[in-house]
């Protein structure tokens, strides 16, 4: 219980976490048809890099730079009817380092353990 108590301290950035709808493209108006997303968290959490160096890939025709991120929720978080699942979106909207601030992650794995402190995310930024 004190390592839960102390790991909820440490969070101190404000998360939107998210699934994207599906849209899709309309022929008739040559235009895409964004769908609603579906929220399944708004709340406090800790965004931590996992890793300090970044992977360049090629994205089509796109050099992207991949940097891993560790979202941790607090472990009284009540899971979402769906569980998060690679593709499900994060967007940093409030923390005190302002530069964190409209950070777009993507979910790229779920920790679970009976052990934890904290719900764990594992997740990317793909800038």
Known sequence: ???RRAALELQREVIALYRP????FD???GTDT????????TGPARVKPDRTEGREVNAGEV???LRRYVVSLPW???????????GDVI???A???ARMVGLRLWVTGVENSSTATAWRISAEDRS
Request: aromatic content about 6%.
């Open 1 to 3: 219980m004190a390592g």
């Open 63 to 65: 050099n992207t730079t």
């Open 34 to 41: 964004p769908a609603a997303a579906t929220s399944m968290y």
């Open 95 to 97: 923390s005190p380092d």
């Open 91 to 93: 967007d940093v909207t």
């Open 27 to 29: 022929w008739e108006t």
């Open 76 to 86: 009284t978080t009540s899971p979402p009817a769906t569980r998060p699942h690679p």
């Open 21 to 24: 709808g599906d849209g899709g």
